[in-house]
């Protein structure tokens, strides 16, 4: 009886902790509608998550799209096929991994850091003291950081799938003397417009998500170091993980 | 006015507040002693809404704030402003951001009657050439002065004031106390103090209030409450040895 109750409490817990998720995000963004507009802390929040992420996801690309040109040449070369590698490369990182890995990156640099401030501000009465100034948090903090995350990601993953793509080319074609015309072709005649606007939709969903879960932990962090620690740690695992998820729940409906 | 009528909270399981019954009078500085964990910083965050009671009404002239909430809250707030433990200014700003904070987001000034209000303020607690500095930069009492700068700055009715002297040495807590006092009476803020400092606070306080069990056990003038009866009262604000009413202990004078 007792394990039935503790999976019972465990899962009143979650979906608890679920539905003040939603009402955290709804109530976010319902501030956001109201003025005055923040644009400032919006840009400010751009140049964080998206301008300071740049550096990382251009290495991450590089490195993705040269190791796929790298074990896409050897394994289609058993089948007579390098002329397709081009489309591999491309297809792959457009609808999959330029989100997934670009949201990925986002979460570990930026997401965490915003879990952290936010924490911070939390354990040490800074957001309380919004809250005394009849400043709301949600309205101050929290929303610019979900509009910057929306709009941010989505540029980080198409910066991704370029630079991603010329990392192909250059293992592919430079390296290992692949033809440079069947690259781009095969590229132009197998990338669809249904696979550009998935890669899109994924990135959106996945910039608001970050968002999302991490300044919701951050705003519930708990008044101590280790209450800090954990958050962060919560935040990023959990982002990671629903990425991963909601990947392929949208792969599956997108296909 | 603050008034407090039958208010109850408990926090993980532990009743803290048991029907607080408190009315703080308009224009004095009131201080809430207590023994620690007895709940004095949970009644001063219901004062001000970051605190919901389970029980009971917070009266703010007149209105209701108990179960206020968004907008009609921050209505009743905007006659606050409130001085936190650890002066919780942001710090990502420097000094003079902080104190400017307030009146670029909710006034939306900008420009010179900005720097006219902040610099005024800064010098009037004694951070005239610290405005540049970041929190980080300064020493725990100019933390504190800045944050009654800031507190000041939008010239609140009620200030709220949560151990103000905390991590403080004697005569850097002496010189907040007296910042305090010099500005309510300078300003006529309703201020309602939560400290620990006995007996410096009788020499300060207009009114003091005991919180005792969950309960206020004895309001009094400040002098008149240092002749309580009540004998566990009486335990705790002699600890230190008899004084004589302006806060200063018999033995030194």
């Not at chain 1, 989100?99 to 930026?110: E, K, N, Q, S, Y």
């Amino acid at each position: 009886m007792d394990g039935i109750a503790r999976i019972g409490r465990h899962t009143l817990d979650l979906t608890e902790q679920m539905g003040r998720m939603m009402l955290f995000l709804i109530s976010s963004f319902a501030w956001l509608t109201r003025p005055p507009f923040r644009f400032y802390q919006i840009i400010k929040q751009l140049n964080f998550i998206g301008y300071k992420s740049t550096f990382v996801v251009v290495l991450t690309a590089v490195f993705t799209g040269m190791v796929l040109a790298l074990q896409g040449y050897y394994t289609l070369r058993k089948f007579g096929s390098e002329a397709v590698l081009g489309s591999a490369v491309a297809l792959s990182i457009i609808r999959e991994l330029g989100p997934v890995l670009a949201a990925l990156m986002v979460t570990a640099r930026a997401g965490s850091a915003m879990t952290a401030e936010i924490g911070i501000m939390r354990i040490t009465e800074q957001i309380d003291a919004l809250d005394t100034m009849a400043i709301n948090p949600l309205q101050y903090l929290i929303g610019p950081k979900l509009v910057a995350g929306v709009i941010a990601v989505p540029l980080l993953v198409a910066l991704f799938d370029v630079v991603g793509i010329y990392g192909g080319y250059v293992v592919g074609v430079q390296l290992l003397n692949g033809n440079e015309g069947a690259y781009w072709s095969s590229i132009e005649s197998a990338v669809e417009w249904k696979d550009v606007y998935g890669g899109i939709l994924k990135s959106i969903s996945f910039g608001l998500l970050i968002s999302w879960v991490c300044c919701y932990k951050g705003f519930h962090t708990k008044h101590s170091a280790e209450g800090l620690g954990t958050a962060t740690t919560e935040a990023v695992v959990l982002s990671a993980v629903l990425i991963l998820v909601w990947d392929y729940f949208l792969t599956s409906v997108l296909l | 006015m603050i008034k407090l009528v039958g208010v109850e909270k408990t926090l993980g399981g532990q009743p803290v507040l048991r029907g607080v019954n408190l009315t703080i009078p308009e224009g004095k500085l009131t201080t809430i002693i207590g023994g620690s964990g007895s709940g004095k910083s949970v009644l001063l965050k219901h004062m001000i809404g970051l605190m919901q009671p389970d029980r009971g009404e917070i009266l703010i002239d007149g209105t209701d704030i108990a179960h206020l909430k968004g907008r009609a809250l921050n209505e009743v707030r905007k006659k606050f402003a409130m001085l936190f433990q650890s002066a919780a200014l942001f710090d990502s700003m420097t000094v003079f951001d902080n104190v400017a904070f307030p009146l670029r987001e909710k006034l939306r000034l900008s420009g010179d009657s900005v720097s006219r209000r902040v610099n005024e303020k800064l010098a009037q607690v004694g951070l005239a050439d610290m405005g540049h500095k970041f929190p980080a930069e300064l020493s725990g009492g100019m933390r504190k002065r800045a944050g009654v700068a800031r507190a000041l700055v939008m010239e609140p009715e009620i200030i709220l004031f949560d151990e103000p002297t905390t991590g403080l040495d004697p005569l850097m807590a002496k010189s907040i106390h007296d910042l305090i006092v010099a500005m309510q009476r300078q300003f006529k803020f309703t201020a309602v103090m939560v400290s620990h400092e006995i007996p410096e606070i009788f020499g300060i306080s207009d009114w003091v209030a005991m919180l005792k069990k969950g309960r206020i056990a004895e309001m009094a003038p400040s002098s008149e409450f240092v002749k309580t009866t009540d004998e566990e009262i009486r335990e705790f604000i002699f600890v230190g040895g008899p004084f004589m009413g302006q806060g200063q202990p018999a033995a030194s004078l």
